[in-house]
């Protein structure tokens, strides 16, 4: 079935390390995003791509990185830089252009302890 | 920039009301519009779409009509069921821009048996 699996869907990390979620879609599409979701904050933009090896920073992009080596593969890096980094991780793919929608992956929920 | 504003929740509604979710939009360009659905836990689905002035979309008896006049987009059910409790997400994409798509910050809906 074709869709987009985030692994893995609960994550715990101590302070001070990088950790990495993973992002993959079978859609073949070329647009995919990172979206952060804190409650009553809705979602808010990390990062997102175009095309291979291009990316943009969305609106809260400081403390993260990614990467896009693969039409296929999004991975996002959350760095010991992002101050508050506990939240729920949502991947997302989209056709380029034309005004379509965007499919989801399950969310993957990144917890400091 | 492009924003999407939806009224803020949590909305509670006894089974079999009639629901209302307001939607406003500002874009400079000719967006698509989206209603999105979170369960809890999980990502996001598309509910329904409209890409131009006038058009309704329409899915599991929610719909939602693109007034460009007004810059809308309300979501209506006649008669909610407890099982559509969620998380409702409006938003944007405006293709004529850079393609990001834009998301309001979500309405809670509850529905008492």
């Known amino acids: 079935d074709g869709g987009i699996t985030q692994s893995p869907k609960y994550l715990f990390r101590k302070e001070g390390q990088n950790v990495t979620l993973s992002c993959e879609q079978n859609?073949?599409?070329?647009?995919m995003y990172w979206y952060r979701q804190d409650p009553g904050q809705g979602l808010r933009l990390i990062y997102y791509s175009q095309i291979v090896n291009d990316f943009q920073k969305g609106d809260i992009a400081e403390g993260y990185s990614v990467s896009r080596e693969k039409k296929e593969s999004f991975p996002l890096t959350v760095t010991s830089a992002q101050k508050n980094p506990t939240a729920f991780y949502l991947c997302?793919?989209?056709?380029?252009?034309?005004?379509?929608?965007?499919?989801f992956g399950q969310g993957t929920r990144l917890t400091v302890v | 920039g492009d924003s999407v504003t939806q009224m803020e929740g949590p909305v509670t509604l006894s089974e079999e009301a009639f629901l209302t979710i307001n939607c406003t939009y500002t874009?400079?360009?000719?967006?698509?519009l989206f209603w999105y659905v979170q369960y809890p836990g999980e990502g996001l689905q598309l509910l329904l779409k409209?890409?131009?002035?006038?058009d309704k979309g329409s899915n599991k008896g929610f719909e939602a009509t693109y007034r460009k006049e007004t810059t809308s987009f309300h979501l209506e059910k006649g008669s909610v069921q407890v099982s559509d409790s969620a998380v409702y997400f409006c938003?944007?994409?405006?293709?004529?821009?850079?393609?990001?798509?834009?998301f309001g910050k979500g309405t809670r809906l509850h529905i008492l048996p």
């Open positions: 859609l073949n599409h070329d647009a």
């Open positions: 997302a793919s989209s056709i380029l252009g034309g005004g379509t929608e965007a499919f």
């Open positions: 938003a944007l994409r405006d293709r004529n821009r850079d393609d990001k798509i834009i």
């Open positions: 874009a400079t360009g000719y967006p698509s």
């Open positions: 409209a890409t131009k002035a006038d």
